[in-house]
């Protein structure tokens, strides 16, 4: 049974160009987060999304940032004209039902570096 | 303001010593969680409570919700190298239940 799954795991972008990361949920979770951790600090919720559609998305800047989870597919979390303060790591986590009720499992995150 | 604040933010111990790490708040949580987190790694479930003075106990590790459900601790007994990492607590209140709020963590380095 396959966890969560995140690529790419590392990720090098320049300055303005666009980051594309991938979450794929355990199977059977229909419920998928996103985070993002910057270094020697937690992991701050950016946004929490069902299929198809976005139910919280207060955590996510205004700009250059938008997530979606298709009907099929994995989760992307895309990020526009990225700039050196971009530079995190970027986790993904899923859950079977709402978080009321359930535990959330987390993947292996995508290292972005904006260079 | 963090809600949730976790103490102390890095703790050096020896091989074989007892730690206690603490996570609290001056909000309610419907429950809550405890991570660990290796570097490069996501970080993985360690356990939830629930329940107001819920303990847990996985191993050398124990856990406790308190009373009012506001604060939770993890004690490690004769810690080991292999106990290193950073330790988060999450929670999600009444008001929150879409999302996961995470403390700062703890650094936990375990010396041999």
């Known amino acids: 049974n396959a966890g969560v799954m995140q690529n790419p795991r590392h990720l090098v972008r320049r300055r303005g160009q666009e980051a594309r990361l991938r979450c794929s949920p355990m199977?059977?979770?229909?419920?998928v987060y996103w985070y993002r951790q910057l270094p020697e600090e937690g992991l701050k919720f950016m946004v929490y999304l069902q299929k198809e559609n976005i139910i919280d998305e207060s955590g996510m800047p205004k700009e250059r940032f938008s997530a979606e989870f298709p009907k099929e597919g994995p989760s992307i979390l895309r990020i526009q004209q990225v700039v050196r303060g971009d530079s995190a790591a970027y986790f993904c986590?899923?859950?079977?039902?709402?978080?009321?009720?359930?535990?959330?499992?987390f993947g292996q995150g995508t290292r972005l570096t904006v260079v | 303001t963090q809600l949730l604040e976790q103490s102390p933010q890095f703790l050096s111990i020896q091989e074989g010593e007892n730690l206690t790490v603490y996570c609290n708040s001056s909000?309610?949580?419907?429950?809550l969680q405890w991570y660990r987190q290796e570097p490069g790694e996501g970080p993985v479930l360690l356990v939830t409570v629930v329940t107001g003075g819920e303990v847990k106990k996985l191993k050398r590790l124990t856990f406790q919700f308190g009373d009012a459900r506001k604060d939770s601790s993890l004690h490690i007994t004769a810690a080991q190298p292999g106990d290193t990492g950073l330790y988060l607590c999450?929670?999600?209140?009444?008001?929150?239940?879409?999302?996961?709020?995470f403390g700062s963590g703890t650094q936990l380095t375990v010396l041999p």
């Open positions: 909000s309610v949580f419907s429950s």
């Open positions: 986590a899923s859950s079977p039902v709402s978080l009321k009720n359930t535990e959330a499992f």
């Open positions: 199977k059977g979770h229909s419920h």
């Open positions: 999450a929670g999600t209140t009444s008001g929150s239940a879409r999302q996961l709020t």
